[in-house]
């Protein structure tokens, strides 16, 4: 069984499009990550949900709004996608503050 | 202050051979954690280091945490061709993990 799922794991679109990223957890974890990954490699925590709270919000525009219907669930949506958007977004999840289990990624192209 | 530095970027060697990947700090980590990511594929846990001077092994990889625990190091010996990926270092802070840059390991066979 999948324990962190996300769709899709590609999404090709035009600028200016809206798009979602869906991600469900099945480990009973009360905490999920969204996190990018540039070209680079390098990789940066966006928001994180505690029971469906918000306790992070890395400077991340306002184009990106986190959802979080329930415990096992964090949607990321983003509006008036940019040629900077294009990357891959991880979601995760952890139980209290350790290990973090990371989701298989989605990768978002932007044209 | 937060950021983790990691050194370095790429790594070439040889099957066989032996590799380090460094991780360093300027303040004092509470803890450091390490993952492995494969080309196209999603960050998975290594290990988390807690105490100053802790030394742990998995088969052929060593973790090492520094006296100071402003330094951590993730060595492997004799290198295969399956330890091919990038190899990040994080430190958690307020619930979070900040990530080192990486350091990505090509095998040649």
């Known amino acids: 069984d999948t324990a962190v799922s996300q769709t899709p794991k590609y999404l090709v679109t035009q600028m200016g499009n809206d798009k979602s990223i869906k991600c469900e957890q099945n480990?009973?974890?009360?905490?999920m990550y969204w996190y990018k990954q540039d070209s680079k490699k390098f990789l940066k925590i966006m928001f994180s949900?505690?029971?469906?709270?918000?306790?992070i919000n890395e400077t991340v525009p306002n184009r990106f709004s986190p959802k979080s219907p329930d415990k096992a669930h964090l949607n990321l949506h983003i509006n008036s996608l940019e040629l900077g958007d294009s990357a891959v977004y991880f979601c995760a999840s952890t139980l209290g503050t350790d290990t973090q289990y990371f989701g298989p990624g989605t990768r978002l192209t932007v044209l | 202050g937060q950021q983790v530095m990691q050194i370095p970027q790429y790594q070439h060697v040889q099957e066989g051979e032996d590799f380090t990947t460094y991780c360093n700090s300027s303040?004092?980590?509470?803890?450091i954690q390490w993952y492995k990511q494969r080309p196209g594929g999603h960050p998975v846990f290594l290990i988390q280091l807690v105490k100053s001077g802790e030394v742990k092994k998995q088969k052929r990889l060593t973790f090492q945490f520094g006296e100071a625990k402003k330094n951590s190091s993730l060595h492997i010996t004799a290198t295969q061709t399956t330890d091919v990926g990038t190899y990040f270092c994080?430190?958690?802070?307020?619930?979070?993990?900040?990530f080192g840059q990486g350091t990505t390991l090509q095998v040649k066979p």
């Open positions: 480990l009973g974890h009360d905490t």
């Open positions: 303040t004092t980590l509470s803890n």
């Open positions: 949900y505690n029971n469906k709270e918000l306790i």
């Open positions: 994080a430190r958690s802070n307020t619930g979070k993990l900040i």
